[in-house]
C-alpha cells in the first residue's frame, strides 16, 4: 500500500492511527477531519467514526462506490453491529474502537494480501479487454473485406491471418490498417 487517509474528527485518534499505521512501515499518511474532503483515491481510507460532520448514508455510499480505497471504519463498540450490516455489501472493514493493535495488524495484512490478489485479477481484466477490442477490430475488418471484396467470412479470416504472418505482425494491427484503407 501506497497512500493512506485517516479521517478523523479527534485529534488523539488521528494520533493513535497515525502510530498505528507507522508501525506498518507505511509512508505516505495523509488526514482529513470530515469524509467531503477526500478528493482523490488512497490505497487505503480509516474512517474513525463519528465524525464532526457526520457520516451520512449518501457520501459513505458515494465514497464506497467511487473508490478501489480499501476502507476501514473504526467505529464505537455498541455501533459496530450497525455499521458491518450496512457496510458488508461495500467490502468495508468494521472494527471497533478502541482500536486494538493485534486486530489492527491482521487487519492490514488481509489488506496487502487481497491488493496482491487484486493486482492479479485487475492485469487479467485489462488483458481480456484488449482480446475482446480485438476481436471487435478483427470482425469489423472481416466485414469490410467481405463488404468491399466480396470475400466470404472464411477467405477474409484466412486473408487477415495470412497478412499477419507474412509481415509478422497481429492480426490486430492488420485489422486496423484495413479499416483505414477502407472507413475513411
Request: without cysteine; hydrophobic residues 40%.
Given at each position: 500500500?501506497?497512500?493512506?487517509?485517516?479521517?478523523?474528527?479527534?485529534?488523539?485518534?488521528?494520533?493513535?492511527?497515525?502510530?498505528?499505521?507507522?508501525?506498518?512501515?507505511?509512508?505516505?499518511?495523509?488526514?482529513?477531519?470530515?469524509?467531503?474532503?477526500?478528493?482523490?483515491?488512497?490505497?487505503?481510507?480509516?474512517?474513525?467514526?463519528?465524525?464532526?460532520?457526520?457520516?451520512?448514508?449518501?457520501?459513505?455510499?458515494?465514497?464506497?462506490?467511487n473508490t478501489n480505497s480499501k476502507i476501514i471504519l473504526a467505529v464505537p463498540k455498541e455501533r459496530e453491529e450497525y455499521f458491518e450490516s450496512?457496510?458488508?455489501?461495500?467490502?468495508?472493514?468494521?472494527?471497533?474502537?478502541?482500536?486494538?493493535?493485534?486486530?489492527?495488524?491482521?487487519?492490514?495484512?488481509?489488506?496487502?494480501?487481497?491488493?496482491?490478489?487484486?493486482?492479479?485479477?485487475?492485469?487479467?481484466?485489462?488483458?481480456?479487454?484488449?482480446?475482446?477490442?480485438?476481436?471487435?477490430?478483427i470482425n469489423r475488418a472481416k466485414y469490410i473485406l467481405m463488404e468491399y471484396l466480396s470475400m466470404t467470412e472464411a477467405q477474409a479470416h484466412?486473408?487477415?491471418?495470412?497478412?499477419?504472418?507474412?509481415?509478422?505482425?497481429?492480426?490486430?494491427?492488420?485489422?486496423?490498417?484495413?479499416?483505414?484503407?477502407?472507413?475513411?
Amino acid at each position: 500500500m501506497e497512500s493512506v487517509l485517516v479521517v478523523s474528527s479527534d485529534k488523539k485518534s488521528t494520533e493513535y492511527l497515525y502510530d498505528l499505521l507507522r508501525d506498518e512501515q507505511l509512508s505516505i499518511i495523509e488526514s482529513a477531519e470530515n469524509i467531503s474532503d477526500i478528493h482523490e483515491s488512497y490505497d487505503l481510507v480509516i474512517i474513525d467514526i463519528p465524525l464532526k460532520d457526520g457520516l451520512s448514508g449518501k457520501n459513505a455510499v458515494d465514497l464506497f462506490e467511487n473508490t478501489n480505497s480499501k476502507i476501514i471504519l473504526a467505529v464505537p463498540k455498541e455501533r459496530e453491529e450497525y455499521f458491518e450490516s450496512k457496510s458488508e455489501k461495500y467490502g468495508v472493514f468494521v472494527i471497533a474502537k478502541p482500536v486494538d493493535k493485534t486486530l489492527f495488524k491482521k487487519a492490514m495484512h488481509f489488506f496487502r494480501a487481497m491488493q496482491k490478489r487484486l493486482g492479479g485479477v485487475q492485469k487479467e481484466n485489462v488483458r481480456l479487454k484488449k482480446q475482446i477490442d480485438d476481436i471487435r477490430l478483427i470482425n469489423r475488418a472481416k466485414y469490410i473485406l467481405m463488404e468491399y471484396l466480396s470475400m466470404t467470412e472464411a477467405q477474409a479470416h484466412r486473408y487477415l491471418e495470412k497478412q499477419a504472418m507474412d509481415m509478422r505482425v497481429t492480426k490486430a494491427e492488420i485489422a486496423k490498417s484495413i479499416l483505414s484503407t477502407y472507413e475513411n
